[in-house]
């Protein structure tokens, strides 16, 4: 089956320090990945993806490479704000069939402190 | 373009009461899923419609349900309801073909007293 691994949180940072959230999966299929955003009493929000080995999807300062070889999709950020205090999640999806259903990480709280 | 909206965004109900929770997906959206986040068990899938077709379904017992409509409208459904059902309930639309994004709707919070 399939199953997206991340690193455990909660994760306290300073304003401007450098993040790395890990994510691991295992996948069925070649899957696209995906970094979802999710900020206090809201829904998830895309912040990146990658559909193909080697992609690096960027957003917001955010950035996250592909790697097929260590089934890989780190999360990194050069310098966090308090605003990107956050539930941030790691997820793939597969084929067509399964078009609609994603497989998620466990999330990572993000808090960053001024 | 409206995003994905779900109602109502709060309830409250009592143990072995039923609820229905509505999404209506961003237009032209064909696929909806709904997902069950907690503290403990994180994101789970509950099931996706396409096409008003149950495509995929999680692991959860037959008092979850749910049904689509022919303008893609979506909802699920809790018969019974145990302590353990409260939960962000989150509604997420797509097209529906290929590892695609999905969009998300702000959730209805569940509470079961």
């Known amino acids: 089956g399939n199953s997206v691994t991340q690193m455990e949180g909660p994760v306290t940072l300073s304003e401007e320090a450098f993040l790395t959230i890990n994510c691991t999966y295992t996948?069925?299929?070649?899957?696209?990945l995906f970094w979802y955003v999710q900020y206090p009493g809201e829904g998830l929000q895309l912040l990146l993806k990658a559909t193909k080995a080697d992609d690096k999807g960027s957003n917001k300062g955010f950035e996250a490479t592909y790697r097929k070889e260590t089934t890989s999709f780190h999360l990194e950020k050069g310098s966090v704000q308090v605003s990107d205090s956050a539930v941030y999640f790691c997820?793939?999806?597969?084929?067509?069939?399964?078009?609609?259903?994603?497989?998620f990480g466990d999330g990572t709280t993000l808090t960053v402190k001024p | 373009k409206a995003g994905v909206t779900q109602t109502p965004r709060y309830l409250i109900k009592t143990r072995g009461q039923q609820v229905t929770l509505s999404c209506s997906p961003i237009?032209?959206?064909?696929?909806v899923s709904w997902y069950q986040q907690t503290p403990g068990q994180g994101l789970q899938f509950l099931f996706e419609?396409?096409?008003?077709?149950q495509r995929n379904k999680g692991n959860f017992p037959g008092r979850f349900s749910g049904r689509q409509f022919s303008n893609s409208r979506s909802e699920m459904n809790v018969s019974t309801l145990e302590l353990g059902d409260s939960a962000l309930y989150l509604c997420a639309s797509s097209w529906g073909q290929g590892k695609e994004t999905q969009y998300f709707g702000p959730g209805t919070r569940l509470l079961v007293l």
């Open positions: 996948a069925t299929g070649y899957p696209s």
């Open positions: 419609y396409f096409s008003e077709t």
């Open positions: 997820a793939l999806s597969v084929d067509n069939t399964n078009a609609g259903k994603s497989t």
């Open positions: 237009s032209g959206h064909r696929s």
